[in-house]
């Protein structure tokens, strides 16, 4: 599986939960998360030039599912490293997805999940990665900083 946006807040959690499923996991990010992802059981690689060449190192063959958790031009990117078959998901480019025959999630509260998520973060099957946090009456302050584009994991707001 190759996940776009793998050190983001969603990314994140999409390679862990796509690891735990026994998926092999290539993610994208810049340099300096590629330890962080690595720890995951992630595979980095950057989003550069040099995105389409290491995919093909390390999935000859192409991929098997594509996650595009970050727009722009990720799943035309993909599309050359795609296995015959292949599946898209995202959750930024709706049109791109459908257009492959794939689907467009967007989130919707469910405390269900949210139980399921919190019973294997308490069973250490999943780690939340708490970037900055910030006191709620600075949530201006907070979303300037996830609105950069790069924070690693999640920003907490706290009353
Ligand atoms: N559809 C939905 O329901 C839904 C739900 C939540 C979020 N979203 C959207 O999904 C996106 C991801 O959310 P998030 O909370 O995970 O964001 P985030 O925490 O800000 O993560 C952004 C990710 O994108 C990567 N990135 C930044 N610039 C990039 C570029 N030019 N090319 C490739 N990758 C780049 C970052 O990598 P590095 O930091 O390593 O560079 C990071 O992994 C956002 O656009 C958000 O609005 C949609």
Redo the contacts with the bound molecule.
Sequence with gaps: MLI????????QFAAQLAKLAGATVIG???T??HDHLRSLGVEPVG?GPELEGAVRELAPDGVDVVID????D?LERSDSLMATDARVGS??DGEGALARGGV?????PSAEDLALLATLIDEGKLSVDVAQTFPLDEASEAYRV?A???????IVLTP
Excluded: D, M, P
Aim: aromatic share 8%; net charge positive; hydrophobic share 40%.
């Design positions: 776009h946006g793998a050190s983001g807040g969603v990314g994208t990010a810049s300096r998360n989003y958790l970050v727009g722009a990720a959750i930024t467009y999630v967007f989130v919707r996830l950069e584009g790069h924070v690693r994991g999640k």
